[in-house]
């Protein structure tokens, strides 16, 4: 079957860094997505990921191995309004998305 | 402001009732999804529309009827719901169906609780 794992829960501590994983297995792979989900409002596009290596989007940077089905989304200088819901989905090989149960986390002062 | 819009925001219902979700998107694009989002599950997708045709549907229940009058506008049809189909409902559109690079704009969602 096809399978997205992330963590549920993380905390972090304003001005840190955090490191969000995702690891996924699929009956191929067309792209790898981010999401922000705040609580109660829609979920927004953060990165897009295909080949492999890291890109970079200010404060957020999305990582790509393909070799081991593995992103993880980097935030820097967090902020109180980075507390969120993060979503990671894989495109597989039938350019059908594979979501994951998504990470909330949980910035602290 | 996501360029879609769903409405009602929030839905009570008994099981025997019969409502309607509604979805618009102002994006110019051509196709439009329906999701169920439960608690710590992933987004569960339910209908693909794909230039008003539908493309996908994900073995949903027939109480759960989808109709795409034209690109921009998404309706959910529900009838008879059971109590497990509480959830938040999110609509989502993208520029076109089956490219994998193009990202998905969502709604904020209609959070639906049967009695």
């Known amino acids: 079957g096809q399978n997205i794992d992330q963590p549920t829960e993380m905390t972090a501590t304003e001005g840190a860094i955090v490191q969000i994983n995702c690891t996924y297995q699929t009956s191929g792979f067309n792209g790898l997505f981010w999401y922000q989900q705040h609580a109660g409002e829609a979920p927004t596009f953060l990165s897009y990921?295909?080949l492999d290596g890291l890109e970079e989007k200010g404060r957020f940077s999305s990582f790509l191995s393909r070799s081991k089905g593995y992103s993880y989304l980097l935030l820097k200088e967090l902020q109180m309004k980075d507390s969120a819901s993060y979503l990671c989905a894989v495109t597989d090989s039938n350019y059908q998305l594979i979501w994951g149960a998504g990470t909330k986390l949980i910035i602290k002062p | 402001e996501t360029g879609v819009t769903q409405t009602p925001r929030h839905l009570v219902m008994g099981m025997t009732n019969k409502k309607s979700l509604k979805c618009e998107q102002h994006l110019g694009h051509n196709a439009m999804y329906w999701y169920k989002q439960s608690a710590k599950k992933p987004l569960e997708l339910m209908f693909v529309y794909n230039f008003k045709e539908q493309t996908e549907n994900n073995s949903v229940p027939s109480r759960f009827s989808p109709e795409c009058p034209n690109s921009s506008h998404l309706f959910l049809h529900l009838h008879t719901l059971q109590p497990e189909d509480s959830a938040l409902y999110l609509c989502?559109?993208?520029?076109?169906?089956?490219?994998?690079?193009?990202?998905?704009?969502f709604g904020d969602g209609t959070r639906l609780s049967i009695l």
């Open positions: 990921n295909v």
């Open positions: 989502a559109s993208s520029q076109e169906g089956g490219q994998g690079h193009q990202p998905q704009h």
